[in-house]
């Protein structure tokens, strides 16, 4: 029982950090974005439309500078396996898991935190580049949620090597 309370706080304490690395996160896009969100006036390469963008993005535009920040924060994640040359599918796991959850929080704080929008102005209609949503979030908010509670709950299982 006491191994299980934790591993546990181990896992709350990670959601923690991955928390504030999004805030943090969060608060630098602001400061280079300013109100025009999803690189609208950064001085980068788009691609507006095509038909794996729909799939893979959500139907937003790929951007130079997301093509970059994406891979460098899973880089970034990443880093203690390669540091500690440890790796193992439950640690992957747990590493996706925290993948999701920072741009989750980023995403959301970015919002909240940014002054030109704010809570009241987080809907379909201020936000255009977020094209899909349920209820009251993103259809992204809704599916990396749910995959990222997946994933943090396999890297969790008994069996395998501590992640």
């Known amino acids: 029982m006491r191994q299980c309370a934790c591993k546990a706080g181990r896992l709350i304490a990670l959601i923690a950090w991955v928390v504030l690395l999004g805030f943090f996160f969060a608060n630098v896009e ?3 974005e300013g109100s025009a969100g999803w ?3 950064l001085p ?3 691609i507006e ?3 794996l963008l729909d799939i893979f993005w959500g139907g937003r535009p790929m951007t130079g500078y997301h093509a970059w920040v994406f891979p ?7 880093l203690p396996a390669v540091f500690f040359a440890r790796w193992s599918w439950r640690m992957e796991a747990r590493i ?3 993948i999701m959850t920072f741009w989750l929080v980023e995403d959301f704080l970015w919002f909240v ?5 704010g809570v009241a102005r987080f809907d379909p209609q201020h936000v255009a580049w977020h094209k899909h949503w349920i209820a009251f979030a993103p259809t992204d908010y809704w599916t990396m ?3 990222a509670c997946v994933l943090f709950s396999l890297s969790m299982r008994e069996g395998s090597r501590r992640a």
């Open 96 to 98: 996706v898991a925290c």
């Open 30 to 32: 602001i400061q280079i």
């Open 72 to 78: 460098f924060v899973a880089l970034f994640f990443h």
């Open 145 to 147: 949620s749910a995959a």
């Open 44 to 46: 980068t390469w788009r």
């Open 113 to 117: 935190l940014n002054p030109a929008y």
């Open 49 to 51: 439309h095509h038909w």
């Open 39 to 41: 690189a609208a006036n």
